[in-house]
């Protein structure tokens, strides 16, 4: 089956960057779209960003916009996360997973398994 697998995270300072990686494998469909998500401890799984291989069509959480960047790479087997500009309040584990989308109506919900996710910390 499919599977998403999470990596690239880790302990920066304030301001500091790091870039998350979501390595897909087993996919058997030509269209897709992938959601970063993330959560902290108390707090609902939100979601960050999302991308779809379709049109290329990106969206950010208002909380992220400017400091994010999603991206994949040219054989479109990995999404990126590019984070600059790190808070203390980016703090979290952060999941990749499938979600629905469509031109018309956009990006939807999740609709992939939850993976381990990847540790962000950032504290002085």
């Known amino acids: 089956q499919a599977q998403l697998v999470e990596s690239g995270g880790g302990l920066v300072q304030p301001g500091g960057s790091l870039r998350l990686s979501c390595a897909a494998s087993g996919f058997t469909l030509d269209y897709w779209a992938i959601g970063w998500f993330r959560q902290a401890p108390g707090k609902e799984r939100d979601l960050v960003s999302c991308?779809?291989?379709?049109?290329?069509?990106?969206s950010y959480s208002d909380s992220v916009k400017g400091r994010f960047t999603i991206s994949g790479d040219n054989a479109k087997t990995t999404v990126y996360l590019q984070m600059d500009s790190l808070k203390p309040e980016d703090t979290a584990v952060y999941y990749c997973?499938?979600?629905?989308?469509?031109?018309?109506?956009?990006?939807?919900?999740?609709?992939?398994?939850w993976g381990q996710g990847t540790q962000v910390t950032v504290s002085s």
């Open positions: 991308i779809s291989n379709t049109d290329g069509v990106t």
């Open positions: 997973t499938l979600i629905s989308y469509s031109v018309v109506g956009g990006f939807g919900d999740p609709i992939g398994s």
